[in-house]
């Protein structure tokens, strides 16, 4: 763990040590209400961090990465429940699955010069055609939605992932430690530093001989994959799935919040992120019912004004900020 974390600050590794005792020793003071919104936070993280690669690390903005929760979502849901197959052999197709679609996206975008705003928008048009697509495709519910059967275990079935809601808070709260590791490990890697030159300036990197094409397409090869397993836990954890709720614009605008509103390309940003943004606004929505009010759309307002104050007063994100008031380093 200690080479992992090499480059860390002593003040960071302290600041990873606590928080991880606090989130393991959560389950044993939190209700089950606090459990529910825990997950939704890590779940948050852990995809703030896996798109963070592709747009914090490589420079390339993905507007569409609600297509491979989708993707990982479907492909493990529909082995389970027509073949049997336990969600982590399921895995073995869905990571190629959303790899391959990640892919297909990077090599049009990338052979034929597409890039920034018009890159966005292509991912948006692929999510959108697995949509519509999903919508008609009745081996799977269409969209009268998808449903994974619900049963009382005394126990906790890991394999099958059916159980209560503090083993998927424990798998979640994995993932999500796996994932910072994993994030540490690649931008302090050759790869991670190509990837930087790339986001700063992509023309200055190919003059100085690094092969831009190959390392885009890895970075978002390597950030569809790990959002693909993200929409393994969601499929299991809700035990449903509508195209129009998976596969949705604002799903994919929700993921990458946390990591806009803590900080695009540092490894503290998409954690913090999730923890504020999905925190903050569920105490809204709890405080509002609380009191009797009803309003749609008041998370969705409540985002839109927490994006608008940070763009405006801390454009680098949240971490940064407070990186430095705490003495830690900005970047990894």
């Not at 920034?116 to 697995?130: C, D, K, M, N």
Request: hydrophobic letters at 55%.
């Amino acid at each position: 763990m200690r080479e992992l974390l090499a480059g860390v600050p002593g003040r960071g590794l302290a600041l990873i040590a606590a928080l991880l005792a606090g989130l393991l020793a959560a389950p044993f003071f939190a209700n089950d209400y606090l459990i529910t919104v825990l997950i939704l936070i890590l779940y948050f993280a852990y995809a703030g961090q896996a798109w963070n690669i592709m747009m914090g690390f490589a420079g390339q903005l993905s507007l569409g990465h609600a297509l491979y929760v989708g993707l990982g979502a479907y492909t493990t849901a529909a082995l389970y429940v027509h073949f049997g197959v336990a969600p982590w052999i399921g895995l073995l197709a869905a990571l190629p699955i959303a790899m391959t679609a990640g892919a297909i996206i990077g090599f049009l975008a990338f052979r034929f010069g597409v890039a920034g705003v018009y890159f966005a928008i292509l991912t948006i048009a692929f999510a959108e055609f697995a949509r519509i697509g999903f919508d008609h495709l009745s081996y799977v519910g269409g969209s009268g939605g998808f449903f994974l059967p619900v049963a009382q275990y005394a126990e906790n079935d890991l394999w099958n992932l059916r159980g209560k809601p503090v083993m998927f808070y424990y798998l979640m709260l994995a993932l999500t430690v796996a994932a910072f590791l994993v994030c540490h490990a690649l931008l302090r890697s050759r790869i991670g530093y190509y990837w930087l030159a790339i986001r700063e300036d992509e023309e200055a990197a190919r003059a100085l001989g690094i092969d831009t094409f190959r390392y885009k397409m890895l970075a978002v090869v390597i950030s569809a994959g790990m959002t693909s397993l993200a929409g393994v836990f969601f499929a299991f954890y809700y035990n449903n799935l509508f195209p129009e709720q998976v596969f949705h614009i604002s799903r994919s605008i929700e993921l990458i919040l946390a990591p806009i509103i803590g900080g695009i390309g540092t490894l503290f940003g998409p954690i913090l992120g999730a923890f504020l943004l999905t925190g903050l606004s569920e105490g809204v929505t709890e405080s509002l019912h609380a009191l009797g009010f009803e309003i749609p759309g008041a998370k969705q307002v409540f985002y839109g004004i927490c994006l608008l104050v940070v763009v405006m007063a801390l454009p680098d994100g949240i971490w940064p900020w407070l990186a430095r008031r705490l003495g830690l380093e900005r970047r990894s």
